[in-house]
T-cell receptor, first 109, second 112 residues
Framework: GQNIDQPTEMTATEGAIVQINCTYQ??????LFWYQQHAGEAPTFLSY????GLEEKGRFSSFLSRSKGYSYLLLKELQMKDSASYLC??????????FGAGTTVTVRA | NAGVTQTPKFRILKIGQSMTLQCTQD?????MYWYRQDPGMGLKLIYY???????DKGEVPNGYNVSRSTTEDFPLRLELAAPSQTSVYFC???????????FGPGTRLLVL
């Protein structure tokens, strides 16, 4: 099984940077996903890491260290529309996804 | 493409009633999934399907049934609704099991 931990809430100011950490314990690792979920909406795909290192996609970057069981999602130049929940999900050897409880990010003006 | 669609958006059920949550995707994806999301908890996999006619249990299958007669549709059936099934239900699909899953807008279910 999987055990995935991420902070419950984070608050940051518009234009700032926020880093959301995710730690996991898994019996078999086959990739890590980050999803964004606005209140009352479906999760939408943000990023995917399967190898160690940093993946950059515009204002969003995601980092993975498999040996440490650790990932982070970095949100730069925060905008009000970035206020949402961010879900860390780990895929196991059978390609099943297990999700963390999500981190609610609030962006303040 | 509409992507993944779900109906209804919201439903109130009485204890013991039954209902079917509908899920349709128009991306010709082989894999389809049902999750439930409870407040403060991560999404939990209920059932999944790797293609028409093939389904399998996920982490929390008790109280639910599924069928997959076509590639497009993957309905979730609740036979005897219980308050513990109050949740938001998301359907998702992917072309292959190692590819990104795309989610529908969700069905909010309240069992009283």
């Amino acid at each position: 099984g999987q055990n995935i931990d991420q902070p419950t809430e984070m608050t940051a100011t518009e234009g700032a940077i926020v880093q959301i950490n995710c730690t996991y314990q898994t019996s078999g690792f086959n990739g890590l996903f980050w999803y964004q979920q606005h209140a009352g909406e479906a999760p939408t795909f943000l990023s995917y890491n399967v190898l160690d290192g940093l993946e950059e996609k515009g204002r969003f970057s995601s980092f993975l260290s498999r040996s440490k069981g650790y990932s982070y999602l970095l949100l730069k130049e925060l905008q009000m529309k970035d206020s949402a929940s961010y879900l860390c999900a780990v895929r196991d050897r059978d390609y099943k996804l297990s999700f963390g409880a999500g981190t609610t990010v609030t962006v303040r003006a | 493409n509409a992507g993944v669609t779900q109906t209804p958006k919201f439903r109130i059920l009485k204890i013991g009633q039954s209902m079917t949550l509908q899920c349709t995707q128009d991306m010709n994806h082989n894999y389809m999934y049902w999750y439930r999301q409870d407040p403060g908890m991560g999404l939990k996999l209920i059932y999944y399907s790797v293609g028409a006619g093939i389904t399998d249990k996920g982490e929390v299958p008790n109280g639910y049934n599924v069928s997959r007669s076509t590639t497009e549709d993957f309905p979730l059936r609740l036979e005897l609704a219980a308050p513990s099934q109050t949740s938001v239900y998301f359907c998702a699909s992917s072309m292959r099991d190692w590819e990104t899953q795309y989610f529908g807008p969700g069905t909010r279910l309240l069992v009283l």
